[in-house]
Antibody
Framework: QVQLVESGGGVVQPGRSLRLSCAAS????????MYWVRQAPGKGLDWVAL????????YYADSVKGRFTISRDNSKNTLYLQMNSLRVEDTAVYFC?????????????????????WGQGTTVTVSS | QSVLTQPPSASGTPGQRVTISCSGR????????VYWYQQLPGTAPKLLIY???QRPSGVPDRFSGSKSGTSGSLAISGLRSEDEADYYC???????????FGGGTKLTVL
């Protein structure tokens, strides 16, 4: 079945770096855009980044622009989030999510902007 | 970062119908689909409604979504105790080139 499994979270000091991974299975990973979304303790959902199915386009929330980098390896069915210059306010559960996409009768794909499948999340704690 | 506006809380008794609103702007809900997610305590969000009014397989037909202008709405009929959760709306914003989430609505079944 369709599955997303995040890993790489942990406790890190402010200013340090961390790389999160999201292993995908059960679908054609290379045909789907992917998101990172985070949730600070006791708070709501907060979009972090989006990458196109082929990696050609990337978008970031203002709060992480210039510090975080989203990337993917379609040969490994894996999504990444490189987080540099971490701040206390980056403390959150980080979820990866699949972009809502439909395969057309022509065999091509139409991409919507929602998230249809979510991973279980990995916790990042930034603290001195 | 700006958010979509949802009521922070909603409540109802078993069997009742409740609606949760999500207010946005022309750059987000006004020109893009609304998505709704249900998050039970300690779990990941789950897709409830996609493309404003479509329900994934496995989601009971008690849940329905609609969109009008710059607002979206989630309706839950025949309220059940297991519906007690946080509900979030989301939409792409063309101006920001990013996804906006609502602040979340905590649904209590009395």
């Amino acid at each position: 079945q369709v599955q997303l499994v995040e890993s790489g979270g942990g406790v890190v000091q402010p200013g340090r770096s961390l790389r999160l991974s999201c292993a995908a299975s059960g679908f054609t990973f290379s045909s789907y855009g992917m998101y990172w979304v985070r949730q600070a303790p006791g708070k709501g959902l907060d979009w972090v980044a989006l990458i196109w199915y082929d990696g050609s386009n990337k978008y970031y929330a203002d709060s992480v622009k210039g510090r975080f980098t989203i990337s993917r390896d379609n040969s490994k069915n894996t999504l990444y989030l490189q987080m540099n210059s971490l701040r206390v306010e980056d403390t959150a559960v980080y979820f990866c999510a699949r972009k809502d996409t439909v395969m057309l009768s022509t065999g091509s794909y139409y991409h919507y902007y929602g998230m249809d499948v979510w991973g279980q999340g990995t916790t990042v704690t930034v603290s001195s | 970062q700006s958010v979509l506006t949802q009521p922070p809380s909603a409540s109802g008794t078993p069997g009742q119908r409740v609606t949760i609103s999500c207010s946005g702007r022309s750059s987000n809900i006004g020109s893009n689909n609304v998505y709704w997610y249900q998050q039970l305590p300690g779990t990941a969000p789950k897709l409830l409604i996609y493309r404003s009014n479509q329900r994934p397989s496995g989601v009971p037909d008690r849940f329905s979504g609609s969109k009008s202008g710059t607002s979206g709405s989630l309706a839950i009929s025949g309220l059940r105790s297991e519906d007690e959760a946080d509900y979030y709306c989301a939409a792409w914003d063309d101006g920001l080139s990013g996804v906006l989430f609502g602040g979340g609505t905590k649904l209590t079944v009395l």
